[in-house]
Structures are given as C-alpha cells and as structure tokens.
C-alpha cells in the first residue's frame, strides 16, 4: 500500500513566485496536516484537515499561505508571493481517525531565492 | 508555550550497543506520546507509541518507557544496528489534544560500526 506522497520533492524557486506543494495522503485516512520543518523551530504544524474540511489553521504563517482539499485524496499548500524566510522542508501527514498515528510523506524542500 | 523538550543531542553508540534516548515534556495534561525516526531526506516514520495509561510499551527491538511523576519519557533500542542512525523525535498530544502533536528538536543517534 502506498503511503503519502507528496511532490515535488525539491523546489527552487526566486523571492515573489507562486509555490505550489501537492500531497496525497493514505487511502482511507480522513485526516490530513501539513507541517513544516526546520533547523530552528523544528516541525510545526500548518493546518490540519478533517473530512475534507480545515479544522484548525492557527500555524498558518500569514496570508501569503493558503491550503486546500478539494477532496479526500488531494490536498494543496500554496505560498504566493514566496520569501526566503519560507525555505524549509514541508511534510504532509494523514491518520484514519483523529487521534491515531500520523504517517508522513517524504517532504518537499522548498528553496527561496 | 509548553513543548516537548529533547536535551540536545547527539548520542554516538557502537554497533551492537543499546541506545537509550530520553524526552522530557511539560504538559502534564498529555496523554498520548510517541517516538518517530527521520532518516536524512526522509520523512518522520513511527517507531512506538505509549498511552498515558501505560508506563512501558515494547516493540520489535524498541521499548518505550513513560513516567508520568517526572514527565520523561525515553526510548530504547536493543542491538543497534548501523540502520538505527537517524534523527530520533518524541511528540505528546498537546495537553491532550484529538489531533495536535508537539515534537521535541530531536536526537541524532549514529552508530558506529
């Protein structure tokens, strides 16, 4: 059975572009989050999706981040207009029920210019 | 905030050896805790997971021991083998939360061989 997968796994990208990351999470699995990850914070989680719908956004950055799930085997995070201070790795995570394990894509290392 | 805290580090074992790897978290409304490994360009992957109402839980050359009094918890790892050597976090339920987890920054285990 696959896991989650997330694509693209590097993304180079010049300050002011639009960046879309892509997940799809485990067949099955309700819930969804998006994390980022790095050298100084750490993971943090970005928002997180039950059944399709965002329950808690509150580690959303600022506008400039927006997620979507236009249904259960799809998710988007997007940054527009992207800064430097975004380069991090961002994972996507899924679990069957909300409070079960979460298990993680491979990541997306985002890169600003 | 509260967060789970890994003490920095670094543990360095020989091949064969037993690795303990410990994590204090301050959230004593915590009740769910668990042990991921992320491998270099990998994402986090779920080693053990313990309950608040347990104080130990074993896996396949992995132990998980929880102690609630002093809110520590640490992983142990028999035989390590040269495959263990990764980035080892603990994350807790965030006060008890259905879906938040907070992670610790992380331990590097290498193994020597």
């Known amino acids: 059975d696959a896991g989650v997968i997330q694509s693209p796994r590097h993304e180079v990208t010049e300050m002011g572009q639009e960046v879309t990351l892509r997940c799809k999470p485990i067949?099955?699995?309700?819930?969804l989050f998006w994390y980022r990850q790095t050298m100084m914070r750490g993971l943090e989680l970005l928002i997180y999706?039950?059944?399709?719908?965002?329950?808690?956004d509150s580690g959303m950055p600022e506008d400039r981040f927006s997620a979507k799930m236009p249904n259960a085997s799809f998710s988007t995070l997007k940054i527009q207009p992207s800064e430097p201070r975004d380069s991090a790795v961002y994972f996507c995570?899924?679990?069957?029920?909300?409070?079960?394990?979460?298990?993680f894509g491979p990541g997306t290392r985002l890169t600003v210019l | 905030g509260e967060s789970v805290g890994l003490h920095l580090p670094t543990l360095s074992v020989q091949e064969g050896d037993n690795s303990i790897i410990n994590c204090a978290y301050s959230?004593?409304?915590?009740?769910?805790f668990i042990w991921y490994k992320q491998e270099s360009g990998k994402g986090p992957q779920f080693i053990i997971d313990?309950?608040?109402?347990?104080d130990k839980r074993q896996g396949q050359r992995v132990t998980v021991l929880l102690n609630k009094t002093v809110k520590h918890l640490s992983l142990q790892i028999a035989a390590t083998q040269p495959g263990d050597s990764a980035v080892y976090f603990c994350?807790?339920?965030?006060?008890?939360?259905?879906?938040?987890?907070?992670f610790g920054k992380g331990t590097l285990l290498t193994v020597n061989p």
């Open positions: 995570a899924s679990t069957r029920r909300d409070a079960d394990t979460q298990y």
């Open positions: 067949s099955g699995h309700n819930s």
């Open positions: 999706f039950n059944n399709n719908v965002p329950i808690d």
């Open positions: 959230n004593s409304a915590s009740d769910y």
């Open positions: 313990i309950r608040s109402n347990m």
């Open positions: 994350a807790e339920n965030s006060g008890g939360s259905n879906y938040k987890l907070t």
